[in-house]
């Protein structure tokens, strides 16, 4: 079934126009920009981040680690800030923002974890998942600037910025505007799984 829309965004868990039948916890997630005035309730925080904690990781070690900030906290100001302007302009109307983090070094003998940034993807990924299942959409962002975040929550050498999470409910997103409502109402698309494997 596909949902092409010229007039409402599509809605999380629904079909994205696979050939095969993914799960709608996979296939109807997307990166949402217009989220609704409501707060995230905690216990939707806790399980998105008790998704996250349940990833697989390079010797277990688990290397993930998240700041939230609910808006009107100077954290989500902070984080809210650091954003380059093109994100600032709608993910700062984001409910929640969560940075996340890779922890660089192997607790078990300070050895550099080339596989910190891997480890971190997949708990995000994880909480994606958990996200669509719970109605929540989930927008993750590169574009920022690390030092400002890096001095902020005083982070130290050892933890790696690597994106910051908008979330929070879907809504109307009036602060949206033209252009990126226009891209709210549009699915992306893949390259074919012919070129991905072999
Ligand atoms: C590591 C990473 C960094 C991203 N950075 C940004 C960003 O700075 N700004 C933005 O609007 N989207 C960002 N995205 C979202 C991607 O553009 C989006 O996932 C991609 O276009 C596919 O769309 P979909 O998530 O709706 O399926 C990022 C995604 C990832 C995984």
Known sequence: MSMDTAGA???LGEDRRT???????IAGRYSTRAFAERPVAPEHLDLLLEAARWAPSAFNEQPWRFIQAVQGTPGHQALAEALHTS???????APVLLLAL???????NGE????????????VGLMTVQATLLGIG?????GFDPQPVRD???LGEELDPVVIIAL????EGPYLSEHLRAREHNRTTRIPRSEIVR
């Open 168 to 171: 929070g409910y879907p809504g």
């Open 112 to 123: 550099v974890n080339n596989y910190a940034r891997y480890d971190l993807g997949q708990a």
């Open 152 to 154: 902020g929550f005083a």
């Open 19 to 25: 050939d095969v039948p993914v799960h709608a916890a």
């Open 138 to 142: 989930m927008h993750q962002m590169a």
């Open 102 to 108: 890779a922890r660089t070094r192997l607790a078990r």
């Open 87 to 93: 994100n600032r302009v709608w993910a700062s109307h």
């Open 9 to 11: 965004p599509f809605r």
